[in-house]
């Protein structure tokens, strides 16, 4: 029978007892390990909320342990987690995630099903989305990890594979990214990475309504994978390329506009606003458009695409020259 860890990296959110409660009532062989790697900074007095979900887990119970993290993000906590399996092959699950029915008996099925020189088995991930109305925003780009390819949402990789890659890159300190750079260089090494039939549901968790200028730090984390797979990246990744050409454009000419209009040349400054309203404004309108158009949703698309350029270009200059000189993750894990 083929034996497999299941490790997931948390901030014990309140999405944490479901994951796990899915996981102890799904059917099949059931995992030689669960991994809980607690990434909080500081673990608040009291009681707490980690105790509860492990509640969860029933006879599953013995068979987890729990790690501390350090707060040092979900790539670091991933290689925490590995550090302490022994199963050859080991599952990654976000805490957020509530797995299938069947999952356990279908990723057995799948790793069964994997040839040698296959690294990875991807799960088939699905976000529900709301019914009678448009999805916004948020909930747009959460269904866009159905599409995502080796999101570590539902990942299972050999443990040999992960070693000898030196893992996850720990540069990647936020949740984006560090599963295409470990798949481009397991890839590099000549493994395969397939895709299962196992199925993860991922509901769509609630988040402010500025969240989308939160995400635009992963524009540095760009930067570091353009430095890493040099700049064909996101086709060797098959990843959307994005806007921040646009955004560059756009903040040149709010810039430009500014400063020609300080140094008291109106016709040009004139010229680059109506280039940077008209790029605001198309970006707003691609936003607005397939959304749900209440008055909420519109003022936050209308503020948002504002200020999302600016930020996204900020993210991603300043992820350039923070990783300008960066070498490749096996050196820095040595």
Known sequence: MTSYAVV???????????????????????PDQIVLVDDRPEVPPGPDALGHALSVLGHLRERTTVRAGGGRGPAAARNTGVRAVTAPWV?????????????????????????????????????????????????????????????????AYRTDALKEAGGFDERFRRPYREDADLALRLLDAGWRIRRGRRTTLHPVRPAS????????????????????????????????????????????????????????????????????????????????VPGP???????????TSVVIPPAATWHRLAGAW?????????????
């Open 91 to 155: 599952a990654f699950l976000d805490d957020d995630v509530q797995v299938g029915p069947h999952w356990c008996a279908e990723l057995v099925r799948d790793l069964k099903e994997a040839s040698p020189d296959t690294a990875g088995v991807q799960g088939v991930i699905t976000v529900p989305l709301p019914e009678g109305r448009r999805p916004n925003d948020w909930e747009r780009g959460t269904a866009g990890l159905s599409r995502a390819r080796w999101i570590t949402a539902d990942m």
């Open 209 to 288: 309504r500025w969240a989308s200028l939160s995400r635009q730090r992963g524009h540095a984390d760009d930067a570091l994978m353009r430095r890493l797979h040099g700049p064909d990246w996101w086709d060797k990744a098959v990843a959307p390329r994005g806007r921040i050409r646009r955004h560059a454009t756009i903040t040149a000419a709010g810039a430009a506009a500014c400063v020609l209009r300080a140094t008291g040349h109106r016709r040009a400054a004139r010229v680059c606003a109506l280039g940077w309203a008209a790029g605001t404004a198309e970006f707003a309108r691609s936003r607005i």
């Open 322 to 334: 923070r990783h300008r000189n960066a070498p490749a993750w096996q050196e820095t894990a040595r």
């Open 293 to 303: 158009r209440t008055r909420e949703e519109v003022t936050t698309m209308l503020v």
């Open 8 to 30: 997931i990296p948390t901030l014990v959110r309140d999405t944490l007892a479901d994951c796990l409660a899915a996981l102890a009532a799904a059917n099949g062989p059931r």
